[in-house]
């Protein structure tokens, strides 16, 4: 699986939009891009993923550059429960099922 | 329906023990990927079982093994355990109807080696 690069830490305000960008310059053609969170001691949660059309849904959206080489997920409304690390993924689907975590992003949305 | 589910959450064990930890997929899920994570290693993958095989594994010591049962339902296994066996474990169930795209994750065992 390709290797993504993520700032360590982000701030946003409460009610704000949250963007999370990630640089994956190296993804291959059928990789796609995963985004995950996880919330202080719990398990990751999946967010969304995409190949390479923006998607949206009830959480967030993921925008992916045209050259495919780095995404931005947004929280459009963010909240205190927001507060959270989130791991950008890129992989193959249907193969190998285990995912690579890097070291994400400390999301802080502040009150 | 029910998540992922992780037995039990929170474990003490002593140096040289060994120890079984439990998860039970969601309904009709039949992959089960174990991670492992550290302050200092992060998240890490241990293995994947699907259809009670093994299918992946990644690159941890034999001391680390698991099973899968008819009803989906894994176990891992860990032997002779180690103070930097300490960490989260975590378990995600996937399915192939969607092509495994989405896991999820169990709220983890926090096992301690004293």
């Known amino acids: 699986d390709a290797k993504t690069t993520q700032p360590p830490s982000m701030d946003c305000a409460e009610g704000r939009a949250a963007n999370l960008p990630c640089n994956h310059s190296t993804i291959s053609g059928n990789e796609y891009v995963y985004w995950y969170r996880q919330i202080h001691s719990q398990g990751p949660q999946y967010i969304i993923h995409g190949l390479k059309n923006n998607e949206t849904n009830e959480m967030a959206s993921l925008i992916i550059t045209e050259d495919r080489k780095s995404s931005t997920l947004i929280l459009p409304h963010a909240t205190l429960r927001d507060t959270a690390v989130y791991y950008c993924i890129v992989r193959v689907v249907g193969s190998a099922r285990q995912l690579t975590f890097g070291s994400g992003t400390q999301l802080t949305v502040l009150p | 329906k029910a998540g992922v589910t992780q037995t039990p959450r929170y474990l003490i064990k002593t140096r040289g023990q060994q120890v079984t930890l439990s998860c039970s997929p969601i309904s009709g899920h039949r992959s089960v990927s174990w991670y492992q994570q550290t302050p200092g290693q992060g998240l890490q993958f241990l293995f994947e079982y699907f259809s009670e095989t093994q299918r992946n594994k990644g690159n941890f010591p034999g001391r680390f093994s698991g099973r899968q049962f008819s009803n989906s339902r894994s176990e891992m296994n860990v032997s002779t355990l180690e103070l930097g066996d300490s960490a989260l474990y975590l378990c995600?169930?996937?399915?192939?109807?969607?092509?495994?795209?989405?896991?999820?994750f169990g709220q983890g065992t926090r096992l301690t080696v004293v």
């Open positions: 995600a169930s996937s399915s192939r109807d969607k092509g495994f795209t989405e896991a999820f």
